[in-house]
């Protein structure tokens, strides 16, 4: 496979993502990241390694893909959050942007959950795929339009373990 991003640029990313959402919030203020799984696992294991103790987390997982590549533009929840968004500033970690409507939906259900901030950060954008706009704070690397994996990204759950994100060959 083709290498995309190695792993030391991705690093030197993820660590100036870390440092840009911290000079963002005010320093009194805790930072609640909710990471959407399984894609944004590692993504977020580094995010808040580059950040400060003000930093709380939880989960969720949605799917939008089967096996395949291709977008069903369907989306299932398959776990929920364990803990309250009210009055928090809530940062949804998501590994990549394609048509956006996963984060679409993500970002409309956690806001109705009255989050006292709702932010978004995404490790990839592909931008040329987008179907229905939908804002991204964060972007960690802008990227045409192949399908990526590693780094928690799969193809049929392989790949995830990968310390890079490469172009799967098909
Ligand atoms: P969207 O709803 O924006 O089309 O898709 C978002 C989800 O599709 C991502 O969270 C990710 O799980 C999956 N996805 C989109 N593009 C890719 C890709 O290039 N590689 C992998 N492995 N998953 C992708």
């Given amino acids: 496979?083709?290498?995309?991003?190695?792993?030391?640029?991705i690093q030197s990313r993820v660590k100036e993502l870390a440092q840009e959402i911290e000079r963002d919030y005010p320093a009194?203020?805790?930072?609640?990241?909710?990471?959407?799984?399984?894609?944004?696992?590692?993504?977020?294991?580094?995010?808040?390694?580059?950040?400060?103790?003000?930093?709380?987390?939880?989960?969720?997982?949605?799917?939008?893909y089967g096996a395949g590549t291709k977008s069903s533009g369907e989306v299932r929840f398959q776990k929920d959050l364990d803990t309250s968004l009210e009055n928090r500033n809530v940062?949804?970690?998501?590994?990549?942007?394609?048509?956006?409507?996963?984060l679409k939906y993500l970002q409309e259900i956690l806001r109705s959950r009255a989050p006292k901030t709702l932010r978004t950060a995404c490790l990839l954008?592909?931008?040329?795929?987008?179907?229905?706009?939908?804002?991204?704070?964060y972007i960690g690397f802008t990227i045409e339009d192949r399908f990526v994996v590693g780094y928690g990204l799969d193809y049929a759950e392989k790949y995830r373990n990968l310390p890079h994100i490469a172009i799967l060959q098909e």
């Fill in 1 to 9: 496979m083709n290498i995309l991003l190695d792993a030391a640029t």
């Fill in 28 to 64: 009194s203020e805790e930072i609640h990241l909710v990471c959407v799984l399984k894609g944004g696992f590692m993504f977020m294991s580094d995010l808040i390694r580059g950040m400060s103790t003000r930093v709380s987390m939880d989960f969720i997982a949605v799917s939008s």
């Fill in 91 to 102: 940062i949804v970690v998501e590994d990549i942007v394609d048509t956006g409507l996963t």
């Fill in 125 to 137: 954008s592909k931008p040329s795929r987008r179907k229905v706009e939908v804002p991204v704070d």
